[in-house]
T-cell receptor, first 108, second 112 residues
Framework: QKEVEQNSGPLSVPEGAIASLNCTYS??????FFWYRQYSGKSPELIMS????GDKEDGRFTAQLNKASQYVSLLIRDSQPSDSATYLC????????FGAGTTVTVRA | DTAVSQTPKYLVTQMGNDKSIKCEQN?????MYWYKQDSKKFLKIMFS???????INETVPNRFSPKSPDKAHLNLHINSLELGDSAVYFC???????????FGSGTRLTVV
Protein backbone atom coordinates (compact mmCIF):
# COMPACT_ATOMS: atom_id res chain seq x y z
CA GLN A 1 0.00 0.00 0.00
CA LYS A 2 1.27 3.46 -0.89
CA GLU A 3 2.14 5.62 2.06
CA VAL A 4 -0.03 8.54 0.95
CA GLU A 5 -3.04 8.14 -1.34
CA GLN A 6 -4.91 11.02 -2.92
CA ASN A 7 -8.16 11.01 -4.84
CA SER A 8 -6.55 11.10 -8.21
CA GLY A 9 -8.84 13.51 -10.01
CA PRO A 10 -8.67 15.49 -12.13
CA LEU A 11 -11.21 17.69 -10.42
CA SER A 12 -13.12 20.34 -12.32
CA VAL A 13 -15.23 22.87 -10.41
CA PRO A 14 -17.06 26.04 -11.47
CA GLU A 15 -15.81 29.38 -10.23
CA GLY A 16 -17.18 30.17 -6.79
CA ALA A 17 -17.76 26.52 -5.85
CA ILE A 18 -16.03 24.47 -3.16
CA ALA A 19 -13.24 22.13 -4.24
CA SER A 20 -12.77 19.15 -1.93
CA LEU A 21 -9.52 17.19 -1.93
CA ASN A 22 -8.92 14.05 0.10
CA CYS A 23 -5.89 12.14 1.20
CA THR A 24 -5.44 8.95 3.24
CA TYR A 25 -2.27 7.65 4.79
CA SER A 26 -1.06 4.34 6.15
CA UNK A 27 1.29 5.26 9.02
CA UNK A 28 -0.73 5.77 12.22
CA UNK A 29 2.29 7.40 13.85
CA UNK A 30 2.38 10.32 11.42
CA UNK A 31 2.07 13.64 13.22
CA UNK A 32 2.59 16.39 10.65
CA PHE A 33 0.60 16.90 7.48
CA PHE A 34 0.92 19.42 4.71
CA TRP A 35 -0.82 20.59 1.57
CA TYR A 36 1.26 21.96 -1.27
CA ARG A 37 0.10 23.67 -4.44
CA GLN A 38 2.06 23.25 -7.65
CA TYR A 39 1.33 25.29 -10.73
CA SER A 40 2.35 23.77 -14.04
CA GLY A 41 6.09 24.16 -14.57
CA LYS A 42 6.64 25.59 -11.08
CA SER A 43 7.84 24.28 -7.76
CA PRO A 44 5.58 23.06 -4.93
CA GLU A 45 4.46 25.82 -2.58
CA LEU A 46 3.33 25.18 1.00
CA ILE A 47 -0.23 26.37 1.56
CA MET A 48 -1.34 24.59 4.76
CA SER A 49 0.08 22.58 7.61
CA UNK A 50 -1.96 20.70 10.19
CA UNK A 51 -0.80 18.76 13.22
CA UNK A 52 -3.86 18.04 15.39
CA UNK A 53 -7.31 16.62 14.79
CA GLY A 54 -9.96 19.02 13.60
CA ASP A 55 -10.13 21.91 11.20
CA LYS A 56 -7.62 24.63 10.44
CA GLU A 57 -8.67 27.60 8.36
CA ASP A 58 -6.50 30.04 6.44
CA GLY A 59 -8.40 32.42 4.18
CA ARG A 60 -10.33 30.38 1.63
CA PHE A 61 -8.51 27.17 2.57
CA THR A 62 -9.55 24.74 5.30
CA ALA A 63 -7.52 21.67 6.18
CA GLN A 64 -9.16 18.85 8.12
CA LEU A 65 -7.35 16.07 9.94
CA ASN A 66 -8.77 12.88 11.39
CA LYS A 67 -6.01 10.72 12.80
CA ALA A 68 -8.33 7.90 13.87
CA SER A 69 -9.54 7.47 10.28
CA GLN A 70 -6.13 8.37 8.86
CA TYR A 71 -7.30 11.01 6.47
CA VAL A 72 -6.56 14.63 5.78
CA SER A 73 -8.54 16.85 3.46
CA LEU A 74 -8.39 20.30 1.95
CA LEU A 75 -11.37 22.46 1.10
CA ILE A 76 -11.02 25.44 -1.19
CA ARG A 77 -13.98 27.77 -0.80
CA ASP A 78 -15.06 30.29 -3.44
CA SER A 79 -12.73 28.65 -5.97
CA GLN A 80 -11.03 31.03 -8.38
CA PRO A 81 -9.40 30.33 -11.76
CA SER A 82 -6.07 31.14 -10.06
CA ASP A 83 -6.61 28.06 -7.85
CA SER A 84 -6.18 25.83 -10.91
CA ALA A 85 -3.12 23.76 -10.04
CA THR A 86 -2.04 20.36 -8.75
CA TYR A 87 -2.50 19.93 -4.99
CA LEU A 88 -0.12 17.60 -3.19
CA CYS A 89 -0.79 16.03 0.17
CA UNK A 90 2.31 15.22 2.23
CA UNK A 91 3.13 13.74 5.60
CA UNK A 92 6.31 14.02 7.57
CA UNK A 93 7.81 10.73 8.76
CA UNK A 94 11.41 12.04 9.09
CA UNK A 95 11.02 13.02 5.44
CA UNK A 96 8.14 14.48 3.47
CA UNK A 97 6.29 11.74 1.60
CA PHE A 98 3.96 13.03 -1.08
CA GLY A 99 0.81 11.73 -2.65
CA ALA A 100 0.49 11.62 -6.42
CA GLY A 101 -1.41 14.91 -6.47
CA THR A 102 -4.86 16.01 -7.57
CA THR A 103 -5.15 18.40 -10.49
CA VAL A 104 -7.84 21.00 -9.98
CA THR A 105 -9.31 23.10 -12.77
CA VAL A 106 -11.59 25.99 -11.89
CA ARG A 107 -13.92 26.86 -14.78
CA ALA A 108 -14.70 30.54 -15.21
CA ASP B 1 16.19 37.61 -2.72
CA THR B 2 15.55 33.94 -3.60
CA ALA B 3 15.20 31.65 -0.57
CA VAL B 4 16.25 28.37 -2.26
CA SER B 5 18.05 28.76 -5.55
CA GLN B 6 19.06 26.04 -7.97
CA THR B 7 21.27 26.18 -11.02
CA PRO B 8 20.96 25.45 -13.81
CA LYS B 9 17.23 25.71 -14.50
CA TYR B 10 17.49 23.56 -17.62
CA LEU B 11 20.03 20.91 -18.50
CA VAL B 12 20.09 18.99 -21.78
CA THR B 13 22.84 16.43 -22.13
CA GLN B 14 23.76 13.20 -23.86
CA MET B 15 23.68 9.74 -22.36
CA GLY B 16 26.87 8.84 -20.58
CA ASN B 17 27.79 12.39 -19.62
CA ASP B 18 28.38 13.61 -16.06
CA LYS B 19 26.54 16.68 -14.79
CA SER B 20 26.06 18.64 -11.58
CA ILE B 21 23.20 20.67 -10.12
CA LYS B 22 23.84 23.24 -7.43
CA CYS B 23 21.53 24.41 -4.64
CA GLU B 24 21.85 27.18 -2.09
CA GLN B 25 19.47 28.36 0.61
CA ASN B 26 19.58 31.61 2.57
CA UNK B 27 16.88 30.73 5.09
CA UNK B 28 19.23 29.54 7.82
CA UNK B 29 17.66 26.06 7.65
CA UNK B 30 19.57 23.07 8.98
CA UNK B 31 18.21 20.42 6.63
CA MET B 32 18.33 20.21 2.84
CA TYR B 33 16.87 17.69 0.43
CA TRP B 34 16.92 16.50 -3.15
CA TYR B 35 13.65 15.35 -4.68
CA LYS B 36 12.99 13.89 -8.14
CA GLN B 37 9.70 14.56 -9.93
CA ASP B 38 9.07 12.15 -12.77
CA SER B 39 6.92 12.55 -15.85
CA LYS B 40 3.84 11.49 -13.86
CA LYS B 41 4.54 14.39 -11.47
CA PHE B 42 5.26 12.08 -8.53
CA LEU B 43 7.69 13.67 -6.07
CA LYS B 44 10.11 11.25 -4.48
CA ILE B 45 12.87 12.00 -2.02
CA MET B 46 16.42 11.08 -2.97
CA PHE B 47 18.67 12.49 -0.27
CA SER B 48 18.59 14.55 2.88
CA UNK B 49 21.40 16.34 4.70
CA UNK B 50 21.28 17.83 8.17
CA UNK B 51 24.03 20.33 8.86
CA UNK B 52 26.32 18.73 6.25
CA UNK B 53 25.64 15.15 7.39
CA UNK B 54 23.83 12.67 5.11
CA UNK B 55 20.74 11.40 6.95
CA ILE B 56 18.59 9.97 4.16
CA ASN B 57 19.67 8.02 1.10
CA GLU B 58 16.59 6.50 -0.52
CA THR B 59 17.88 3.61 -2.64
CA VAL B 60 19.20 5.93 -5.30
CA PRO B 61 21.72 4.49 -7.82
CA ASN B 62 25.25 5.26 -6.74
CA ARG B 63 25.69 7.24 -9.97
CA PHE B 64 24.05 10.01 -7.95
CA SER B 65 26.31 11.60 -5.38
CA PRO B 66 25.21 14.49 -3.18
CA LYS B 67 27.69 16.82 -1.53
CA SER B 68 27.10 19.42 1.15
CA PRO B 69 30.10 21.71 1.72
CA ASP B 70 28.17 23.64 4.38
CA LYS B 71 24.60 23.71 5.67
CA ALA B 72 23.55 26.34 3.13
CA HIS B 73 24.63 24.36 0.08
CA LEU B 74 23.69 20.97 -1.31
CA ASN B 75 24.91 19.87 -4.72
CA LEU B 76 24.00 16.82 -6.77
CA HIS B 77 26.45 15.17 -9.13
CA ILE B 78 25.24 12.54 -11.58
CA ASN B 79 27.63 10.22 -13.41
CA SER B 80 26.99 8.28 -16.60
CA LEU B 81 23.60 9.83 -17.25
CA GLU B 82 20.84 7.53 -18.55
CA LEU B 83 17.61 8.28 -20.41
CA GLY B 84 15.64 7.35 -17.28
CA ASP B 85 17.33 10.15 -15.34
CA SER B 86 15.28 12.69 -17.30
CA ALA B 87 13.08 14.43 -14.74
CA VAL B 88 12.76 17.63 -12.74
CA TYR B 89 15.05 17.71 -9.72
CA PHE B 90 14.01 19.91 -6.80
CA CYS B 91 16.14 21.06 -3.94
CA UNK B 92 14.35 21.92 -0.70
CA UNK B 93 15.19 23.01 2.82
CA UNK B 94 13.52 23.01 6.24
CA UNK B 95 14.21 23.91 9.85
CA UNK B 96 13.78 20.29 10.85
CA UNK B 97 11.20 17.54 11.55
CA UNK B 98 7.62 18.77 11.43
CA UNK B 99 8.53 21.92 9.56
CA UNK B 100 7.26 22.48 6.03
CA UNK B 101 9.77 22.50 3.22
CA UNK B 102 10.71 25.40 0.96
CA PHE B 103 11.45 24.24 -2.57
CA GLY B 104 13.79 25.66 -5.16
CA SER B 105 12.52 26.37 -8.66
CA GLY B 106 13.71 23.03 -10.00
CA THR B 107 16.16 21.81 -12.63
CA ARG B 108 14.66 20.15 -15.68
CA LEU B 109 17.15 17.51 -16.80
CA THR B 110 16.73 16.00 -20.25
CA VAL B 111 19.00 13.16 -21.29
CA VAL B 112 19.09 12.48 -25.04
Amino acid sequence: QKEVEQNSGPLSVPEGAIASLNCTYSDRGSQSFFWYRQYSGKSPELIMSIYSNGDKEDGRFTAQLNKASQYVSLLIRDSQPSDSATYLCALDDYKLSFGAGTTVTVRA
Amino acid sequence: DTAVSQTPKYLVTQMGNDKSIKCEQNLGHDTMYWYKQDSKKFLKIMFSYNNKELIINETVPNRFSPKSPDKAHLNLHINSLELGDSAVYFCASSLGPGDGYTFGSGTRLTVV
